[in-house]
């Protein structure tokens, strides 16, 4: 039986490349040849949007005649593996050198034959040249998997904490749905802690050695969903300068976290339940189809439901994505978690900015009344702040509960955000982007799309104003 794989092969002598021909082709499913080195790249071009990526060229050294030193070979080595790194080259010559042997090998080349060759022989060498170019990929791919983990770990998530029913009913659930391979939807509102949810499902599951990866649909241009899902060839769309390897692929053998799966457009959650119903996926501009082991989690602060009824979601992606759902509640539904949080945080960012700093019993049961519009991203961030701008060793909370920029009372939330006691612009701003958070529940996405803001740049805000 044929074995996968593409060779193309590169002599000015019609005879070797004839008799390389008629033997390779009996082992190998495509062989291509060519006797002007002026084709390669156009046929390793040709070969790679065909999806028949060449894994080996067999090389001659000499194209001039009676040319021996070699040097034409070393240059195209060198242009070959420019232009693609996974290329395994094998190089030949009429005159057996060693010393061009051992040149020719430090200059990347994966071995190096003597014509005229015994068939075993070329068999064997050709046969260890694919499996040097498997190992090149292999390392490429590894590589573009350790770039896409040191993000993730460059996130390191902070402990997740709670004592309260509502929080220890979703650690039960967290417990006995992680060891399944049951897909996961997580609810709840901007800052409560899905993405903390999920990074502890895929902790608590079998897959935990295996990647986490994560893809946030609400920061992604419309454009790059399918890309960014399912990766793209070299040249599937102006701008794809090289293959990419999409977060599925990525997120192989472990967890694939997409969060606000809300604002995947109708269009792609046809793609994506494909892709889930089939454990199959074919990279934009490829025809190759690729065999997928994933556990999906994913999270939304939009009522999907609410979405299905509109003709916003599938009905058949939502029954697919929520085998387990997990609710998170909103901070002010169990403030009894606030002080642990408080503390948590305190001791944390006092840590990082050297300090000593304790929080009164007065201002803990001030902070434990607030309501927290943002969750617990908006009380770290408050905390943090305190931790910067307290002077003594007790925390100053008047930054994060009555200062007229951040105290945020009930009234003043029913307040009209434009009814202007000040033309401070920041100020302005800042409880315009409150009102809208309020407005819409905490929901950051349907919040910046009121404000005309893209979710980055909300996000930015959010961070700005430690909302
Ligand atoms: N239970 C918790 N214990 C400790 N920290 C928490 C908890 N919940 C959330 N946080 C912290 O709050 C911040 C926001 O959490 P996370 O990103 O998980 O929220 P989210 O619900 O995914 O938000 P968004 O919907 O805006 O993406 C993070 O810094 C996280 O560490």
Redesign the pocket.
Known sequence: MKQAGSILIVDDNPDVLIAARLLLKQHYQVVKTTDNPFDIEAIINAQHEADQAIDVVLLDMNFTQDSISGKEGFYWLKKIMSQDANIAVLLMTAYSDIQLAVEAIKAGASDFIAKPWQNEQLLGAVAAAFSHAKDKQQVGKLTKQKQALQQSIGNQ??????QSDA?QQVFSVIDKAANTDANILIS?E???????TAHAIHNASQRQSQPFISLDMGSLAESLFESELFGHKKGAFTGAKEDRIGRFELAHGGSLFL?ELGNLPLNQQVKLLAALQNRQITPVGGSKVIDIDIRLIC?T?ENLEQAVTEGKFRQDLLYRVNTVEIR?PALRERSEDIPL?CN?YLQHFAHKYKRELSIAASDMTRLSQYHWPGN??EL?HAIERAVILSEGTELDISSVISSPSTAVSTNELSSNATDYDTFDLEIIEQRTVRAALKHFQGN?SHAAKALGLTRGAMYRRLEKYGL
């Open positions: 998530p902070f402990e997740f904490l709670g929080m709840g901007s800052g409560t802690g899905k993405e903390l969060d999270a602060n998170l949080l948590y617990v991203r770290a950051v």
